[in-house]
């Protein structure tokens, strides 16, 4: 008898295991891809927000600030996941030179453990700048 109450709280604390490490991974895999896709995400909306007139007539690269947002956003919608909320901020556009700044607050679901309702928040912070050679300099 006292051995199967020992298999009992073995497989008990098996159990609990798999569950904790199941909410753990769901929480830090969606960082990790959250991270990726905004890394990528920021990088083509810039490239799509380049103003090629501006760059023919002054030989300096210029972004257009509303189409970086909208393009950011599209793209954003179409990849990220459907099971978080998420709340995205931009920081410091600058048209020229160019560079941006995005932060995107991934609210997960709420765990509740033991009673306690448990959330989490992560923030990822991305800053991106395009570098180039302007026109008329040599490329060596």
């Known amino acids: 008898m006292k051995n199967a109450f020992w298999a009992y709280w073995l497989i008990l604390l098996g159990v609990f295991i798999v569950v904790i490490m199941l ?3 769901s929480v ?3 960082n990790q891809q ?3 896709l905004i890394k990528e995400l920021t990088e083509a909306s810039m490239v799509d927000a380049v103003d090629y007139s501006y760059y ?3 030989g300096e690269i210029k972004i257009n600030k509303e189409k970086l947002i909208e393009s950011f956003l599209r793209r954003f919608a179409e990849n990220a996941s459907l099971t978080s909320t998420y709340e995205i901020k931009f920081y410091d556009i600058y048209e020229a030179p160019p560079k941006v700044s995005v932060e995107v607050k991934g609210k997960s679901n709420t765990f509740t453990i033991v009673g306690e309702a448990t959330d989490f928040d992560i923030v990822n912070r991305i800053d991106a700048i ?3 050679n302007a026109i008329g300099e040599n490329n060596k």
């Open 23 to 25: 909410l753990v991974q």
């Open 34 to 36: 959250d991270y990726f």
């Open 130 to 132: 395009i570098e180039g």
């Open 56 to 58: 023919r007539q002054y």
């Open 28 to 30: 830090t895999s969606n």
